[in-house]
């Protein structure tokens, strides 16, 4: 038996159980990790690694990929290896989604792993082990925190306070001109992005340069939860492609997010 799109409904029910017990693993260790002495270094310009990256990284490709060796891996820390993009399914996995924040003790951290089938997320699970947020969505089966059904909040209008991301980009926002409360920053753009669905946050943004580990989990936990993320001229992301690096993208439930995708194409960034 296979879903709408022609993935066996076995091999996602076998790949959803996996997905979820490899990470809620993967966070224990991280947790382990937590607030201890850590090996640390820089990569690319000013991108901190840590050995607990490595180490939760090492797990989850243990895992998913010893149980699924046909399948592709995209991982912020591991070596690209082009055969994914022959791939149909993909894992795309940031062990730790926060590295600063991790390393600074700070609560904001989480583990991000999605399967991508050709471009689209079917499968997510962002685990977030300090403040106990465990997200999962399958492609046409909704999105649970902890278990518990979600959905991104409607309506179209803004609190600021419940709209996270850059600075400038939820000023833009602001078209009254008057000062707003910004909500305070969330290191993790994974978890910024999917506390949108379960209403905790009305909005969420993502600065340039996200790459697809960033972003590809908490796609899906949107849009199962009856929300919407995409660049700000509303097409939706496509990932496990050569280029992995996206631009400004938003997320909302799915009145606000058309409103916000509204808003930007009568005032387009410079």
């Known amino acids: 038996m296979a879903d709408a799109d022609g993935l066996d409904a076995n091999v996602l029910t076998r790949d959803a159980a996996l997905l979820q017990d490899t990470v809620r693993e993967a966070g224990r260790l991280a947790q382990s990790m937590f607030r201890t ?12 690694v840590s050995e607990a990256d490595i180490a939760v990284n090492d797990l989850l490709e243990a895992r998913l990929r010893g149980a699924t060796p046909d399948y592709g891996w995209l991982s912020e820390e591991s070596a690209d290896d082009a055969t994914r993009l022959s791939r149909r399914l993909t894992w795309i996995v940031d062990p730790i989604d926060g590295t600063r924040n991790y390393l600074g003790g700070h609560d904001d951290w989480c583990v991000s792993v999605a399967l991508v089938e050709d471009a689209s997320p079917v499968l997510a699970a962002v685990f977030a082990p300090t403040s106990n947020e465990f997200f999962f969505a399958a492609r046409g089966q909704g999105t649970t925190l902890n278990g518990t059904p979600v959905r991104a909040s409607g309506g179209t209008a803004l609190d600021f306070a419940r709209v996270a991301g850059p600075k400038p980009m939820v000023e833009r926002l602001n ?15 994974a978890l910024r992005l999917c506390r949108v669905a379960h209403g905790g946050l009305d909005a969420a943004f993502a600065g340039g340069n996200s790459h697809d580990w960033d972003l590809a989990a908490a796609d899906l936990i949107v849009q199962e939860a009856d929300g919407r993320m995409s660049d700000l001229s509303g097409d939706p992301i496509l990932y496990n492609r050569r280029e992995v690096t996206h631009g400004v993208l938003v997320a909302a439930g799915r009145d606000r997010h058309a409103s916000i995708v509204a808003h930007f194409r009568n005032r387009p960034l410079a």
């Open 37 to 48: 002495e850590l090996k640390t270094w820089t990569k690319g310009a000013s991108s901190p």
């Open 175 to 189: 078209t009254s001109g008057g000062d707003i409360k910004l909500h305070p920053r969330i290191g993790s753009l």
